[in-house]
């Protein structure tokens, strides 16, 4: 239990750690500690809605409503056909 209390004493006291080093940058507020947070978010966040928005033209609604009309229309039309006569 001695043992215990002067390793943790050890580790706050100057030792260097990487939590250490890891809370200083969280909670420091340092102007560079916080640009590097914004670029890690923006990096974080950014390639993947870019990865997603790189090939897609984005449709209207109006668009929409009349590609899904040429596709029942054609779907109706190929079905009507299609069908025997009875």
Do not use: C
Request: glycine letters at 14%; a positive charge.
């Amino acid at each position: 239990m001695g043992n215990e209390a002067k390793s943790s004493g050890a580790a706050n006291n100057g030792g260097g750690g990487f939590r250490a080093k890891m809370e200083h940058a969280l909670y420091s507020g340092d102007k560079k500690h916080v640009m590097a947070g914004i670029g890690i978010i923006t990096i974080v966040f950014g390639v993947p809605w870019y990865l997603m928005n790189r090939g897609s033209k984005h449709q209207s609604h109006q668009d929409y409503l009349e590609k899904a009309d040429k596709a029942r229309k054609a779907r109706l039309s190929s079905s009507g056909s299609s069908s025997p006569d009875k």
